[in-house]
């Protein structure tokens, strides 16, 4: 099955490490690294054209956002998949204030992302969504089915 994950949360909400620990097997589509939007258009229509499955790595806060590969991934017949990355604003500062260099970004920048934020739906055209939470102590990740009226921050 041909599949596009799509992580919704905010800087420092751990989707990275989710997507090394968990998804390293899917082409990684993040800003981060492939630095502007029309390299990443290259690499979405590229994964799309050849049904390679991939994994959106970006903070992608709007139902909007999250269109620009829902809408051509569904569209080729993808199986879509949406992670919800527990984002408090308290817990995203304090893991970007641990991390160095580039890595860190001011928190004015996770401010305007939460700003933004809108939970997902599965009226977006997700076939599947989840809502991660981070399990510091043990290094790890909760993962549990999505429920609107559960989930937590
Ligand atoms: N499960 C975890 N347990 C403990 N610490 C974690 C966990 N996941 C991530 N972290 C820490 O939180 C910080 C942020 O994680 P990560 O870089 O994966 O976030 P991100 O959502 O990819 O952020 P950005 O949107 O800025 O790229 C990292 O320093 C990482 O070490
Ligand atoms: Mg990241």
């Known amino acids: 099955m041909k599949t596009?994950?799509?992580f919704i949360g905010l800087q420092a909400s751990g989707k990275t490490t989710f997507y090394n620990k968990y998804l390293n097997g899917?082409?990684?589509i993040n800003l981060d690294t492939l630095h502007?939007?029309?390299?990443?258009a290259k690499v979405l229509t590229?994964?799309?054209?050849?049904?390679?499955?991939?994994?959106?790595?970006?903070?992608?806060?709007?139902a909007e956002d999250r269109q620009r590969y829902i809408s051509p991934a569904k569209a080729a017949g993808y199986h879509i998949t949406g992670y919800y990355f527990s984002s408090a604003v308290s817990g995203c500062r304090e893991r970007n204030a641990q991390r160095e260099g580039k890595a860190k970004v001011p928190d004015a920048a996770?401010?305007?992302?939460?700003?933004k934020l809108e939970?997902?739906?599965?009226g977006e055209g997700f076939d599947e969504l989840f809502y991660v939470r981070i399990d510091?102590?043990?290094?790890?990740?909760?993962?549990?089915?999505?429920?609107?009226?559960?989930?937590?921050?």
Not at 46 to 58: M, P, T
């Open 4 to 6: 596009a994950v799509i």
């Open 26 to 28: 899917l082409v990684h």
């Open 36 to 40: 502007t939007r029309n390299a990443e």
């Open 46 to 62: 590229d994964c799309i054209e050849k049904g390679i499955s991939f994994a959106v790595d970006n903070t992608d806060p709007t």
């Open 110 to 115: 996770i401010y305007s992302t939460i700003k």
């Open 119 to 122: 939970r997902p739906t599965y």
């Open 136 to 153: 510091s102590e043990n290094n790890d990740f909760i993962i549990s089915p999505w429920d609107t009226e559960e989930a937590g921050t």
